[in-house]
């Protein structure tokens, strides 16, 4: 029984440390950062070159090109999904979900204390940039996308 609960213990520790990280603002390191970020030095920070991917699928997707016309394009001009992977529809269709806001994301950027607050960012072009439970894109490229 006693083996049983140390491991118990050594989990719920983690878990209080990762969840007080994550209330600071910091990467709590639940899986692999989304598309668009990388982890360094224990924060979400911009990748560059994934944020320029990003980019070309919403100008893509705002032409009215299918998931699998951009996913298509992105593999004949050798871009890579985060793992090196060919992309599928399915991965375009991921982060638009969270470019647009369509996926949960925990973020002190863009919360409020009001769980039924619907405050939106919108880009210039009025898509939907964050309400107040996604984090899309950084500040950072938020700006850069309200400035097209």
């Known amino acids: 029984m006693t083996a049983n609960k140390e491991p118990d213990e050594i989990w719920q520790r983690l878990e209080r440390g990762r ?3 994550a209330a600071r603002g910091g990467y709590a390191g639940y899986g692999s950062p989304p598309f668009g970020q990388k982890s360094e030095n224990g924060e979400l ?3 560059p070159l994934e944020q320029e991917t990003i980019e070309l699928i919403r100008r893509h997707h705002k032409s009215g090109k299918s998931l699998q016309q951009i996913a298509d394009w992105l593999n004949e001009h050798g871009y890579r999904t985060k793992r090196g992977q060919l992309w599928r529809r399915i991965s375009v269709k991921r982060v638009l979900d969270r470019l647009y806001g369509q996926t949960p994301r925990l973020s002190s950027e863009f919360t409020t204390h009001s769980p039924h607050s619907l405050t939106q960012r919108r880009s210039l072009d009025g ?16 700006l850069h996308v309200d400035r097209l």
């Open 19 to 21: 969840q007080a990280k």
């Open 45 to 47: 920070v911009d990748d």
């Open 127 to 142: 898509d939907a940039i964050a309400d107040q439970n996604n984090t899309v894109i950084s500040t950072e490229s938020l």
